[in-house]
């Protein structure tokens, strides 16, 4: 079983709970910035009082602070990991290799969950989310394209992605993952 992951897929696709999923069942540590930026400014560290300063303003963090964050936590890992959700371009994905080539720690498979536009705008309506209407899932699910598909080109040039069709039940989509990721 691959021990070092990525989960990529647009919103509604399920990438958190099958994350959960996996990561319980094979005691990885989960691994998603937004998850880990909030746990930072909690505990009042450096990066997180840095980040704090910037969301505060309104600002998006920096790739170079949620680089330091991800960085500080994949070191202190021994047991195998799961990033959700990130990198989300290119520049971020080539800043992580990096990193991840320094610690000895690459990354072994990346899991691309795939979802039609309908499912997913349904998916995603039925949430319940104040910010889910059409019109903002639409938008999102076109910010995810631009950003994401030379994202996941970079991935499958490295030999590394493995598309899930994410349309059956949570534990179907979860089977399909856990073959893809023993036979990798």
């Given at each position: 079983m691959k021990?070092?992951?990525?989960?990529l897929g647009p919103p509604g696709a399920g990438k958190g709970?099958?994350?959960?999923?996996?990561?319980?069942k094979y005691s990885l540590s989960h691994l998603s910035t937004g998850d880990l930026l909030r746990a930072e400014v909690v505990a009042k560290t450096d990066l997180g009082n840095k980040a704090a300063?910037?969301?505060?303003?309104?600002?998006?963090?920096?790739?170079?602070?949620?680089?330091?964050i991800v960085e500080t936590k994949l070191k202190a890992?021994?047991?195998?990991?799961?990033?959700?959700g990130f990198p989300r371009t290119v520049g971020q994905a080539e800043a992580l290799e990096r990193i991840l080539v320094e610690i000895d720690q690459l990354i072994e498979a990346v899991v691309l969950l795939e979802l039609n536009d309908d499912l997913l705008i349904e998916r995603l309506l039925l949430r319940g989310r104040d910010d889910d209407n059409?019109?903002?899932i639409t938008n999102r699910l076109d910010v995810y394209r631009v950003k994401t598909e030379p994202l996941i080109d970079y991935f499958r040039s490295k030999g590394l992605i493995h598309s899930i069709q994410a349309d059956g039940?949570?534990?179907?989509?979860?089977?399909?993952i856990e073959s893809v990721l023993k036979c990798v």
């Open positions: 021990k070092r992951l990525l989960f709970t099958q994350a959960k999923r996996i990561c319980e300063v910037l969301m505060a303003n309104g600002e998006l963090v920096t790739d170079d602070l949620v680089l330091s890992i021994s047991s195998g990991w799961l990033l959700d059409q019109e903002v039940s949570v534990e179907e989509i979860t089977q399909l």
